[in-house]
């Protein structure tokens, strides 16, 4: 069984046990989350929604809060003297699905 869910403006599959990095969610290690955005559910049959499942929801317990890699950013224009360096670390969420819901 599986289910594609909508985070952050992203779609991630998720399966039973999977460890995902989702963008920054609320709370701490150990809080439990509930995601109900779910688009499809697959279970034999495949259910999708229109946008989302009715009823589905994916029960996942956050395992850590952190950043992605530094990601560097260099703006040049030639022959003005212009150069710019930029450094992003994106938050993000790692969360254990602990279980899928299957809505009806």
């Known amino acids: 069984m599986y289910a594609v869910i909508e985070s952050g ?3 991630v599959r998720v399966r039973e046990g999977d460890v ?3 963008e920054k969610l609320p709370g701490q290690a150990g809080d439990e989350v509930v995601l109900d955005r779910v688009l ?3 279970e034999g ?3 999708v929604g229109r946008p989302f499942v009715e009823g589905a ?8 809060q952190g950043k992605f890699p530094k ?5 040049f224009k030639p022959k003005v003297r212009y150069r ?18 299957r809505g009806r």
């Open 45 to 47: 049959e495949t259910v």
């Open 71 to 75: 990601i560097l950013v260099f703006k």
């Open 40 to 42: 499809m559910v697959s």
């Open 9 to 11: 403006g992203k779609q």
């Open 20 to 22: 995902v990095r989702l």
């Open 57 to 64: 929801r994916v029960v996942a317990r956050i395992v850590e």
């Open 84 to 101: 710019r360096r930029l450094g992003h670390r994106q938050p993000y969420t790692a969360v254990r699905i602990e279980r899928i819901e």
